[in-house]
């Protein structure tokens, strides 16, 4: 089955710096690669999705990679704001015959200090 | 966008006794609902497939009898942990899948969690 490797699993970084999230896949077959970012007592939320047509996507000072020959894809957030503070879940999926699981990263913890 | 909502927030249950968490899409129609698990600082554990008019799907190693899945409509999808004991104390989230018609995997969406305790 398919495994999502997340690193690193914790960031710091000092507001207005860049910070950069890097899973791997093991599925060639996944075509669907989504970002979570979950805050504190409260569940994920997406904030950005690829699909595997496409090689780059971005919203605003979010922005993510996908590289499907070396099977890994990358969260980029420009910028970063104290609020951007929470844990950030990568996840991959493979649609197969309308069963569709979404199988997740470990997390990081991005910590953006003011 | 799309919102999924889970009630309640939080429940605390003496050892024995049964609770019921709703997971429901408030403006989308959603054939399939997951449930999560989450333990602290880990990542999201998926429990089931709820499938609307049919059986859930669980994965391996989450007991059924325990932990009873309805989804009786396609807004509304609910869990049920049967006897709960303390090891049962968890960070419990479900999501629904936005259908976008015919293109492949659809968002899937989050509600807020249901924090249970059993003492």
């Known amino acids: 089955g398919e495994n999502v490797e997340q690193h690193p699993s914790t960031l710091s970084v000092q507001e207005g710096d860049s910070a950069v999230i890097k899973c791997t896949y093991s599925d060639s077959a996944s075509n669907y690669f989504p970002w979570y970012k979950q805050e504190l007592g409260k569940g994920p939320q997406l904030i950005i999705d690829i699909r595997s047509n496409v090689g780059e996507k971005k919203d605003q000072r979010i ?9 890994h894809f990358s969260l980029h957030i420009t ?15 493979t ?9 997740f990263g470990k997390g990081m913890k991005l910590t953006v200090n003011p | 966008g799309a919102v999924v909502s889970q009630h ?23 054939t399939t609902m997951f449930w999560y698990r989450q333990f602290p600082k880990q990542s999201l554990m998926l429990m089931a497939t709820s499938n609307e008019g049919s059986k859930a799907t669980y994965e391996q190693g989450v ?4 932990f009873l899945i309805n ?10 942990v049967t006897s709960a004991h303390p090891e049962d104390s968890s960070f419990y989230i ?11 995997n659809s968002p899937l969406h989050f509600g807020n969690g249901t924090r249970l305790t059993v003492t």
């Open chain 1, 63 to 71: 922005a993510v990679t996908l590289n499907k020959t070396a099977k």
């Open chain 1, 79 to 93: 910028e970063t704001q104290p609020e951007d503070s929470a844990v950030y879940f990568c996840a991959a999926s």
């Open chain 1, 95 to 103: 649609a197969q015959g309308g069963s569709e699981k979404l199988v």
């Open chain 2, 8 to 30: 309640p927030s939080r429940v605390i249950c003496k050892s024995g006794t049964s609770v019921k968490i709703e997971c429901r899409s408030l403006d989308f129609q959603a």
């Open chain 2, 63 to 66: 007991e059924k009898d325990k």
């Open chain 2, 71 to 80: 989804h009786a409509s396609l807004t509304l999808s609910t869990l049920t």
């Open chain 2, 94 to 104: 479900c999501s629904a899948r936005r259908y976008l018609g015919a293109s492949l």
